[in-house]
């Protein structure tokens, strides 16, 4: 279940759409991110948490509100949580907590924490707001386009990038919420990746890089991908085959992708 694990940097990974939940530890305090899955998955997360915190605070970003990514909050009743505005004030909580029920009620699981839309302790308001905590420095950028409320952190000094939903090695850009904002959201990241010295990268589905030409390559991919949507690129598919091994499962996602691009910018 350990996807990664070097220095002070610790990524879990679920056997459910690779999605990852990372913990950073530092001499003060311990960060993590979207704890997930399987209430196993959560378990095996809290019990390292448990063994490593000693009487450090832990804090939880969540890179955004997609029910998979918040689905393991109520196992850490203690931490403070961070994250966007949008995040704190989405007027779908209700709907997004009836989604991880209906989720084990349809595969019979039973969790042994109270399922909860987490509350926010430190919230993200505006791009490049930064958090002092100990020696290290948090910088946040809001990262629409997956979703409103997604966001990007980058943990100085150690160059960690945490990228949530977006630059993954498995999955192409998925478009939720409007094609404009994705689009500035990489050129974003773009400009983290110039003006922060990034040593690791870690997505919410796929694997932890620390090769600067893989975190180089997933930007420049998604920047290309997302000007192919709108131009009929009749090549783009059969290179998401080539590249993604769980294509024929997204594509779907790919189809409403150009829908939403044709529909913001035309063809």
């Known amino acids: 279940m350990i996807q990664y694990e070097k220095n002070n940097i610790t990524v879990f990974q679920s056997v459910l759409y690779m999605t990852t939940s990372a ?66 004030n989405n007027p779908r909580k209700e709907e997004i907590v009836k989604k991880i029920h209906k989720f084990d009620y349809e595969y019979y699981l039973h969790r042994d924490y109270q399922v909860e839309y987490p509350i926010v302790d430190i919230v993200v308001s505006s791009d490049g707001q930064k958090l002092d905590l100990g020696d290290i420095t948090i910088t946040f950028y809001k990262a629409p386009g997956h979703t409103d409320d997604s966001l990007f952190t980058v943990i100085e000094p150690y160059g960690i990038f945490l990228s949530g939903d977006y630059l993954s090695d498995v999955e192409f850009p998925f478009i939720y919420t409007s094609y404009k904002d994705y689009v500035h959201t990489i050129e974003k990241a773009e400009r983290i990746s110039d003006n922060h010295q990034i040593n690791v990268l870690i997505p919410g589905h796929g694997n932890t890089t620390d090769e600067s030409h893989e975190i180089k390559s997933r930007i420049d991919f998604s920047k290309y991908y997302l000007t192919q949507l709108h131009v009929s690129d009749e090549d783009l598919e059969t290179q998401l085959h080539e590249k993604y091994p769980f294509y024929e499962g997204m594509k779907n996602a790919h189809n409403e992708n150009i829908k939403m691009a044709i529909r913001e910018v035309g063809k």
């Open 23 to 88: 913990i950073i530890q530092t001499a003060d305090i311990m960060i993590m991110t979207d704890p997930n899955w399987l209430p196993s998955e959560v378990e095996t997360i809290r019990k390292f948490v448990e063994e490593n915190k000693g009487d450090k605070q832990v804090y939880i970003i969540y890179t955004h509100s997609d029910y998979d990514h918040i689905i393991g909050s109520g196992a850490f009743p203690d931490a403070k949580v961070i994250a966007t505005d949008q995040f704190n």
